[in-house]
């Protein structure tokens, strides 16, 4: 049997929720996609082809995480495993507050946010490096049993947990997540190393 050298992941973005309709600040507070956001992952989907490569879904508990994971999963025989590791950025104290609000409350705060929002950790929040660190061990972590010379996953995140995976799969730093979010939803494809997800895991290792 082949070793593992490298993975394939495809990368969704789920819909929005109704506090992303109403343009509140949402991190990993618990709520279901609406029905527009349903319709984009859905639409995502159906242009999607390589479906049926896919051996195991990735995701996390959470409400909308697992409708849109659903969605994917109806049509195949592909595993579908969830971990709470795998949730969104926290938005900690901010978590359903009106943008407006915020930006009228605290401009200085809200201005440094729009302009590197990934550099701003709000009262009681998670940094996008801690986030970094569970996201990406946690694939490493749910990929080591994976048998074949390339398996096939498709992780399928919450809005701030996928910026921050994708950018970690485009190796670049994390920035431009507004321009990022902006995007259509459509699954993206990766090639990844066996070797970069052991050395991130050393990595971390080594920095606890």
């Keep these: 049997m082949s070793k593992v050298s490298q993975y394939t992941i495809h990368l969704l973005r789920v819909g929005e929720t109704a506090w992303d309709a109403d343009d509140r600040i949402i991190g990993d507070t618990d709520l279901p996609m609406t029905d527009a956001g349903t319709a984009a992952v859905a639409s995502a989907i159906r242009i999607f082809q390589d479906q ?3 051996s195991t ?9 697992q409708q849109a994971a659903k969605l994917v999963g109806s049509s195949t025989d592909m595993k579908i495993k969830a971990f709470d590791s795998l949730n969104n950025v926290g938005q900690g104290l901010w978590e359903g507050v009106l943008k ?13 946010w729009q302009e590197t929002p990934e550099r701003i950790v709000p009262p009681e929040g998670e940094s996008f490096e801690v986030a970094l660190d569970r996201l990406i061990s946690t694939i490493a972590k749910a990929t080591t049993k994976a048998k074949g010379s390339n ?3 498709l992780l ?10 994708r950018c970690w799969l485009n190796d670049q730093k994390i920035s431009d997540i507004w321009d990022q979010l902006a995007q259509p939803i459509q699954v993206e ?3 990844v190393t ?3 997800l052991e050395a991130f895991q050393k990595k971390l290792k080594a920095s606890a």
Excluded: M
Aim: proline fraction near 7%; avoid cysteine.
């Design 52 to 54: 049926s490569l896919i």
């Design 156 to 165: 399928v995140l919450r809005p701030w947990a996928w910026v921050t995976v």
């Design 194 to 196: 066996k070797s970069s």
């Design 100 to 112: 407006s609000d915020l930006e009228n409350r605290y401009p200085s705060a809200y201005s440094q």
């Design 151 to 153: 398996p096939v996953f």
């Design 57 to 65: 879904l990735l995701t996390s508990h959470e409400e909308a995480a």
């Design 189 to 191: 494809s990766y090639q």
